[in-house]
């Protein structure tokens, strides 16, 4: 069975976190991608705390891509040093661990 991954990285727009689904998509390294809010985010940053309305993307892969995803985010991301985070999932039905495997792979099974 594959390991699952769930990323998640927060966008200051819908349209930053859409165009960062959409190329995760295009490029196999995600098989779902959510996006959600707006939500208030409350950070540190540069010893100030700040308060954002933004987005929340959560990106359905598998493990072994990671860190190609999140080289991805950072490429496209406007923000200086976007949060990403993954999580791993610690159980998936049949069914979802052969889409997730199957959607996210872009050469021939060996």
């Avoid at 196999?28 to 996006?35: D, E, F, G, I, S």
């Avoid at 985010?41 to 892969?61: F, M, N, P, Q």
């Avoid at 080289?71 to 993954?86: M, N, W």
Wanted: overall charge negative.
């Amino acid at each position: 069975m594959i390991e699952a991954l769930e990323i998640t990285v927060s966008c200051p727009d819908d349209g930053v976190a859409r165009a960062l689904a959409d190329a995760l998509l295009a490029g196999h390294l995600a098989a779902c991608c959510t996006v959600s809010g707006p939500v208030e985010s409350r950070y540190v940053w540069h010893g100030a705390v700040e308060t954002a309305s933004e987005v929340v993307l959560a990106i359905k892969t598998r493990a072994a891509l990671f860190d190609a995803a999140a080289e991805l985010i950072r490429t496209h991301h406007p923000y200086d040093t976007p949060a990403i985070f993954g999580h791993a999932v610690a159980l998936t039905d049949a069914a979802t661990s052969a889409w997730l495997d199957e959607t996210t792979r872009t050469e021939e099974p060996a």
